[in-house]
């Protein structure tokens, strides 16, 4: 059953991969007319699935399924159809698809060609899922996750979290189309995006499906991870001054090169993440002046991206390069900037739908789920300042991601498909022995 209702799921991202505002390549920036095309068919298969629609003004497509009683807390599970450009086709897709199937399976409008169970087969798993919840489910598709069109992310999120700015609404694209341009392309009212906002007691949590986008899964063997926390994150800056000077009247032994101190410190950057304690960290830019063939370089700008799901641990490794930084300067008879520009903090994830997840992929695949820490960042990250969340990490091939080339196979959704089934089951038997006590 799962695989009939995984090959579905292969089926619709593949339809959704077909929606572009580029020719030869997906993507869907917040406003275009590609999103606007693909949320109108989330919200067609929302409809088949028996879920009422909605949508927010900023533009969050919501399809609610009602529980034992109308009005209960609901459990929201989804993801986003905004992408990068030139994305794959699982990157937001696969968590909006398992949440209108999960929905679907709930309110047996998924499987309503099919006959209904004869009385002596005896109850089957699928007529027990049909049994209505302790809770509502409802299937959503944040507007805006990848921040491509405009200096923002996860505008969706941070309208249901409460975090909407309205002084964002003067943002403007490269074509200086402004945010608020944008929200009424998307069929919003801009005076109205802050009414999206949840009250903290319609949500009993937030869970997504993801892929990995990292091979730790494939390295591993296993289908699914559970998602610890997504990690913390520094940014900062490194100038190096030294002198620049003639490269071929200037003796080796008396040069003061402002490349060499950085690429010596970006080597240490690297040992420090080889280190083998999580840390991830990256000199991703490097300018170099003034730049000439012919002069020795007198000084240069390097970035540091430094993430861990420990924010004492990434603390203690920034002061730790800021000082690498200052004694290779000094070794090198330069100086050295330092300036941190950003301490994202780590979000925590919701102990109790770790535990049920873990235990929902260890009974549906027989292995017990690797706990990950997220590298990138997620909507669960605004979310979490308002409700419980969680997140499933589901396999996809060498890891890649925000490339034409992602890819999960059927067998992976499928296991995807059982573990929510199981999740949402245990959540509910949770919620009700709660109400028992
Ligand atoms: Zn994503």
Redesign the pocket.
């Known amino acids: 059953m799962s695989s009939e209702r995984a090959a579905l799921i292969v089926a619709r991202a593949e339809e959704l991969a077909g929606l572009s505002e580029e020719v030869g390549a997906l993507t869907r920036r917040y406003g275009s007319q590609a999103l606007l095309d693909a949320l109108a068919l989330a919200e067609r298969w929302m409809r088949e699935a028996g879920l009422a629609t909605r949508r927010d003004a900023i533009g969050n497509l919501i399809g609610r399924l009602e529980g034992e009683r109308p009005g209960l807390p609901a459990l929201a599970l989804g993801?986003?159809l905004d992408t990068v450009r030139d994305a794959g086709r699982w990157?937001?897709p696969l968590g909006v698809l398992l949440a209108i199937d999960q929905a679907a399976a709930r309110s047996g409008a998924g499987d309503s060609a099919d006959a209904c169970p004869s009385a002596d087969a005896g109850p089957s798993a699928d007529a027990g899922r049909r049994r209505a919840l302790p809770f509502a489910l409802e299937a959503v598709v944040f507007a805006d996750?990848?921040g491509l069109r405009f200096p923002t992310a996860y505008l969706g999120s941070h309208v249901w979290a409460g975090r909407w700015d309205a002084a964002e609404l003067a943002l403007t694209d490269a074509d200086g189309v402004t945010l608020e341009a944008a929200i009424r392309a998307m069929g919003g009212d801009p005076a109205r995006v802050g009414e999206g906002a949840r009250n903290p007691g319609e949500l009993l949590g937030w869970c997504e499906a993801?892929i990995e986008q990292g091979t730790r899964l494939e390295r591993a063997g296993l289908p699914l991870a559970v998602v610890t926390t997504i990690q913390g994150q520094s940014r900062c800056t490194a100038t190096f001054r030294g002198q620049a000077g003639h490269a071929g009247t200037t003796a080796m032994d008396a040069r003061r090169d402002a490349l060499l101190a950085a690429a010596e410190w970006a080597l240490g950057v690297e040992a420090k993440g080889l280190a083998g304690d999580g840390l991830v960290a990256t000199v991703g830019r490097l300018s170099v002046e003034p730049g000439a063939v012919n002069v020795i370089p007198g000084v240069a700008v390097a970035s540091l991206d430094l993430r861990h799901p420990d924010d004492a641990t990434r603390h203690a490794a920034v002061a730790s390069l800021a000082a690498l930084a200052q004694a290779i300067a000094a070794s090198r008879g330069v100086t050295v900037d330092w300036a941190q520009h950003t301490d994202n903090a780590a979000v925590a994830f919701s102990p109790r739908l770790q535990e049920l997840l873990g235990q929902a992929v260890e009974e549906t695949t027989g292995s017990a789920a690797p706990r990950l820490a997220s590298g990138?960042g997620?909507d669960a990250a605004p979310l979490s300042r308002s409700t419980d969340v969680s997140m499933l990490f589901v396999r996809c091939k060498g890891g890649i991601s925000h490339n034409p080339a992602e890819s999960v196979s059927g067998d992976d959704v499928a296991a995807a498909v059982a573990a929510v089934d199981r999740f949402v089951d245990l959540l509910a038997a949770a919620e009700r022995s709660i109400a028992r006590e």
């Open positions: 993801s986003h990157d937001g996750e990848e993801h990138a997620h």
